[in-house]
């Protein structure tokens, strides 16, 4: 992303809408949107320009006086930034690329602190946001800001809170301490309380231009981001994760390979050439593969797969509407019992031998 106080190219337009938020004066804003758009560094950017002593007359933050060098360190006393401990591991190993290096150094202790109790008590770090990280907040309530200002208090991602979490912060949304900004960031917002979405002003960060995060994509040093935008289902910050781990790429030329030709597939050996990948990542190739065929056929155009189009036009043709709306109702059930599956194997068997079955006309619903 380069320096701290630089967005994604995406994020301009985004920026205006928050700022015509901001007028508002809110107690707290829901920033929702999929996964891989940037989402945690525009909170933070909207974090820090909160804080600054001398913003900017595009309302950003001056990146030179004090509260902002104590933002970028991680270490200013009227934020706090509330995630899961496993999430915070997790950051620490991502790309520069893709993570605002203010973020590294807030989450650098509470992935520390993870590591040494795993290491004393064999716990594995946390997936949620506990009742005490959201009960902190009161504690930061009744202390009077450093500066005289505003204090803000970061949630992300606010569906990773426990149901005592959810209920706690509830409180503190129906009464809201003076002068202090709560910014929600969320993957999956359906996930999250109605009554909370309520006492939020929200902000859509929505995917970027396929054509925009190609060219950012180009300037980072990607070749051929066409294709790791594709895999990425059009997210910018995933396609880079993908890029530089080569996450799966082998296996996914396997899978296009094998899925292309029904009649030859052999459910079996590819289900084994896939056991090293994550089954939510398997079953998310399905669920664009699917989508490409129900577009190819409903309207002769695909979005993921556009190099392939004419062999995806012609496959369409082959399968029932019905029998393809069914097999994606199974896609999303799969996804997710994915997150937790007792063999990977036999997920795996299951999905493609369906997928087979549907493609060569084994269909038990209405005729075509």
């Not at 950003?60 to 401990?85: I, K, M, R, V």
């Not at 946001?129 to 505003?150: E, F, K, N, P, Y």
């Not at 109702?329 to 549907?358: Q, V």
Request: aromatic share 6%; net charge neutral.
């Amino acid at each position: 992303m380069g320096k701290t106080n630089e967005m994604y190219p995406w994020q301009a337009e985004l920026w205006q809408r928050w700022m015509e938020l901001r007028r508002r004066s809110p107690h707290a804003i829901l920033l929702k949107g999929p996964p891989g758009v940037g989402k945690l560094d525009f909170s933070m950017h909207i974090a820090r320009s909160l804080l600054c002593n001398n913003s900017r007359h595009d309302g950003s933050a001056c990146q030179e006086c004090a509260s902002c060098h104590w933002f970028e360190q991680g270490t200013h006393p009227d934020f706090s930034l509330l995630l899961p401990s496993a999430l915070s591991a997790e950051i620490q190993e991502a790309s520069e690329t893709s993570v605002d290096p203010s973020v590294k150094n807030w989450t650098r202790g509470v992935a520390d602190e993870a590591l040494e109790e795993q290491q004393k008590k064999g716990k594995k770090p946390g997936k949620e946001i506990s009742v005490q990280q959201i009960r902190s907040i009161s504690g930061l309530a009744t202390l009077s800001s450093h500066q005289g200002g505003q204090r803000v208090v970061l949630i992300y991602p606010a569906e990773s809170m426990n149901l005592n979490a959810a209920n706690a912060l509830l409180k503190t949304l129906e009464e809201p301490p003076g002068r202090m900004m709560m910014i929600l960031v969320s993957h999956r917002a359906q996930q999250l309380l109605p009554t909370i979405v309520s006492r939020c002003l929200t902000l859509v960060a929505a995917t970027p231009e396929p054509e925009v995060s190609a060219s950012w994509l180009r300037q980072q040093g990607y070749e051929n981001p066409e294709a790791i935008l594709a895999r990425a289902g059009f997210s910018p910050l995933l396609a880079v994760r993908l890029a530089e781990r080569d996450a799966g790429a082998e296996e996914y030329r396997i899978f296009l390979q094998e899925i292309r030709q029904p009649s030859r597939l052999d459910v079996f050996s590819l289900a084994e050439k896939l056991q090293r990948i994550e089954p939510v990542h398997v079953i998310h190739w399905l669920q664009q593969w699917c989508y490409d065929l129900g577009s190819a056929k409903l309207t002769g155009e695909v979005r993921y797969h556009t190099d392939i189009k004419e062999h995806l036009i012609n496959l369409s043709s082959k399968v029932g509407m019905f029998d393809l709306l069914t097999f994606q109702g199974r896609l999303i059930t799969a996804r997710r019992e994915a997150l937790h599956p007792l063999n990977p194997k036999l997920l795996f068997e299951s999905i493609l031998m369906s997928y087979r079955g549907m493609m060569l006309g084994a269909s038990t619903g209405p005729a075509r």
